[in-house]
C-alpha cells in the first residue's frame, strides 16, 4: 500500500490533481490537458510528460520525477481510491497550516529574533506588494496580543478568515502548552 501524500503539496495542486482524476475516470480531458500544458510551460516539464503518458494508458514512471512530482502523483492515486480524501485534504492542510503559523506567532510572541524578523518580513512584502489588512498583517497583530477573531477579521480584511482563525485556535492552544 502507497503512503498518503503530503496534504500541503496537494492542496496546493489539488486542481491539477482533481482534473487528473476526472480524466482518468473517463470524463473530458480538456481541463487536464489545459493544466498539463500550464505545468510544462511552467517548467514542470518531467511530471506534464508522465501526466500525458498516464492519459494515455501509461503509468507514470516516477523514478523519472522529483519528490514533489511524486506526491503528486500519489495525490492522484490517493484520489482515485479514496475520492472523499479530496474533500478532507483543504481542511487538513489548513489545520498544519494554522499549528505551523502558530508555532512561528508563539515564538515571537516570546522573542524569537528568527521569527520576529520572518513575521516582519512577510508584513513588509504584503505592504510592498500593496496589500494592507492581510494576513500577514494580523500575525503580527497576534504577536502583540491580540487574541479576538472577530476584531482580527475586522481589522485585517484581506486574512482569509477560516485560516485566522485557526491560527487564533492554535496559537491559543500552544500558550496554554
Known amino acids: 500500500?502507497?503512503?498518503i501524500p503530503s496534504g500541503q503539496i496537494c492542496a496546493t495542486h489539488q486542481t491539477l490533481i482533481t482534473a487528473m482524476v476526472d480524466a482518468l475516470n473517463g470524463s473530458d480531458d480538456e481541463q487536464a490537458q489545459r493544466l498539463i500544458a500550464q505545468y510544462r510551460e511552467d517548467g514542470w516539464v518531467n511530471l506534464a510528460s508522465?501526466?500525458?503518458?498516464?492519459?494515455?494508458?501509461?503509468?507514470?514512471?516516477t523514478a523519472a520525477l522529483d519528490d514533489e512530482d511524486r506526491q503528486i502523483v500519489q495525490g492522484?492515486?490517493?484520489?482515485?481510491?479514496?475520492?472523499?480524501?479530496?474533500?478532507?485534504l483543504t481542511e487538513q492542510a489548513r489545520t498544519d497550516a494554522a499549528e505551523g503559523i502558530a508555532r512561528l506567532i508563539v515564538a515571537a510572541t516570546w522573542g524569537d529574533p528568527a521569527a520576529l524578523e520572518l513575521l516582519s518580513n512577510l508584513r513588509e512584502a504584503a505592504t510592498e506588494d500593496g496589500i494592507e489588512g492581510s494576513l500577514a498583517h494580523a500575525f503580527v497583530a497576534m504577536v502583540e496580543g491580540e487574541r479576538?477573531?472577530?476584531?482580527?477579521?475586522?481589522?485585517?480584511p484581506k486574512a482569509e478568515s477560516t485560516l485566522l482563525s485557526a491560527i487564533v485556535q492554535q496559537v491559543r492552544v500552544q500558550e496554554t502548552e
Open 148 to 156: 479576538d477573531i472577530a476584531a482580527l477579521v475586522a481589522r485585517y
Open 50 to 61: 508522465q501526466l500525458e503518458n498516464w492519459l494515455h494508458g501509461a503509468e507514470p514512471a
Open 1 to 3: 500500500m502507497n503512503p
Open 76 to 88: 492522484i492515486r490517493q484520489a482515485q481510491t479514496d475520492p472523499d480524501w479530496l474533500s478532507r
